[in-house]
């Protein structure tokens, strides 16, 4: 900054900072407060300087007709330094009654009294944060006074406008056909899919999750997270879309972890067919101690050694050992204890191929990385299943998809795009 200017701020501000001097944390906050001021000063004072979207008498409506000019209109926005007034110019058709605000549709303002930086920063501690710990944490940041209900519906447009272009983007696909093209493919990709449950107003409800991964030039885990509140096809065709993004087409090797479920089988068969097909580790290994814990009680060492046996040839790929074993089991219980060796029984005999354990370890392959169950919780429990909480299918949808936008690093595309104003 130039030395000029700063000398003759300390000047104007010197009683206030001599009484701090000596103590850094109070003049910082001294500081920041007068850049707040002077920020919004600078700010007030450029909008007032421009044209705010005057274009001449008369602009042409979509109509074909013409959009007569009215005058400025002013609107109060709230900025990350404070409230502002801005003189807009206003349109109006007198043949359709259409109306237009060239300003905010050009400055990315939305229908909220909140600037563009303002709301990004709100929505950057709202995906991880409940509306009211945003707002808490804007005025403690920023020293502004948002509204939990003003983030809310802030989160709830952006959102949905990210939900609105993956529909779009999945819409032209069916139109034109055109894949998108990686554009660095890794030689081996990862899918992994999984679903969770959402407390919405009505009941729980089914997010399903997936997550593509790989690794990038530099040996580092890349992850791009897709979730959505959708039925199974709809959800495979937005997982496949964004697989195709990141190198499903170009990728030598396709892996995909699941846990088997029908509708997961059913979507990796639809569009993910060259992929070799793994039951998640964990999962699998799930069911044998929901099966150990039935038989002998949870947290008894007989279900822990029980489980350990199994797991051992499980690991080891001995499937065929394991079936016989629980078959044999099978004859000798009756009641809940046989109702659960043989679910534990179907369940490995319809997975069998999937379990080859000791191959897919032998070829670098990972088994369960735990990365889409790891998504479920990361993705969509911290933000959407903390204490209390209870959503609408429209807050719960844009939450998450906001969410998964930050975390896929997408941020600064999103609102270059300037989603308030869409």
């Given at each position: 900054m130039d030395t000029k200017i700063l000398q003759e701020l300390e000047e104007a501000y010197h009683e206030?900072?001599?009484?701090?001097?000596?103590?850094?944390?109070?003049?910082?906050?001294?500081v920041e407060q007068k850049m707040r001021l002077l920020?919004?000063?600078?700010l007030q004072h450029i909008v007032q300087q421009q044209a705010n979207g005057y274009q001449g008498g008369s602009i042409v409506c979509k109509c074909g007709g013409q959009m007569k000019f009215m005058g400025h209109r002013s609107k109060d926005i709230h900025s990350l330094f404070g409230?502002?007034?801005?003189?807009?110019?206003?349109?109006?058709?007198?043949?359709?009654?259409?109306?237009?605000?060239?300003?905010?549709?050009?400055?990315?303002?939305g229908t909220e009294q909140i600037s563009p930086g303002l709301a990004k920063s709100c929505c950057t501690l709202a995906v991880d944060d409940s509306f009211e710990q945003a707002s808490r944490k804007i005025e403690e940041l920023f020293g502004q006074q948002v509204s939990d209900d003003t983030i809310e519906r802030v989160v709830h447009k952006v959102g949905s406008v990210?939900?609105?272009?993956?529909?779009?983007?999945?819409?032209?696909?069916?139109?034109?056909r055109s894949i998108p093209e990686a554009k660095s493919p890794p030689e081996r990709l990862y899918v992994a899919v999984d679903g969770t449950t959402v407390h919405e107003s009505d009941a729980?409800?089914?997010?399903?999750?997936?997550t593509i991964y790989w690794e990038n030039d530099r040996q580092e885990r890349v992850d791009c997270y897709v979730g959505r509140f959708d039925n199974s096809a709809g959800f495979g065709w937005h997982l496949w879309l964004q697989a195709c993004r990141c190198g499903l087409?170009?990728?030598m090797e396709l892996v995909f972890l699941g846990d088997g479920a029908p509708w997961i089988r059913n979507q990796q068969r639809r569009h993910f067919g060259r992929a070799t097909f793994i039951i998640d580790w964990y999962h699998a290994l799930g069911h044998i101690w929901d099966c150990g814990k039935v038989l002998f009680g949870e947290g008894t060492e007989a279900t822990e050694?029980?489980?350990?046996?199994?797991?051992?040839?499980?690991?080891?790929?001995?499937?065929?050992?394991?079936?016989?074993?629980?078959?044999?089991?099978?004859?000798?219980h009756r009641g809940r204890n046989r109702e659960e060796l043989a679910k534990l029984y179907k369940y490995i005999q319809d997975n069998e191929q999937e379990m080859r354990y000791?191959?897919?370890?032998?070829k670098g392959y990972d088994i369960g990385s735990g990365s889409v169950e790891g998504a479920c919780k990361h993705v969509v429990g911290k933000r959407l299943k903390q204490s209390g909480m209870i959503w609408s299918r429209a807050g719960s949808s844009a939450t998450l998809a906001l969410r998964i936008t930050w975390l896929n690093k997408k941020w600064d595309e999103l609102w270059s795009q300037k989603p308030l104003a869409a």
């Open positions: 206030e900072l001599n009484l701090v001097r000596g103590n850094l944390g109070a003049l910082e906050a001294v920020g919004c000063g600078l409230w502002i007034r801005i003189k807009r110019a206003y349109y109006h058709c007198p043949h359709c009654g259409a109306s237009l605000v060239p300003y905010d549709v050009a400055s990315g303002l990210i939900s609105q272009q993956q529909d779009r983007d999945l819409s032209n696909f069916f139109d034109d729980w409800h089914e997010v399903k999750m997936g087409r170009e990728a050694k029980w489980v350990k046996k199994r797991e051992s040839w499980l690991w080891a790929g001995q499937t065929r050992r394991l079936l016989k074993d629980l078959q044999k089991q099978c004859e000798q000791d191959v897919f370890r032998a």
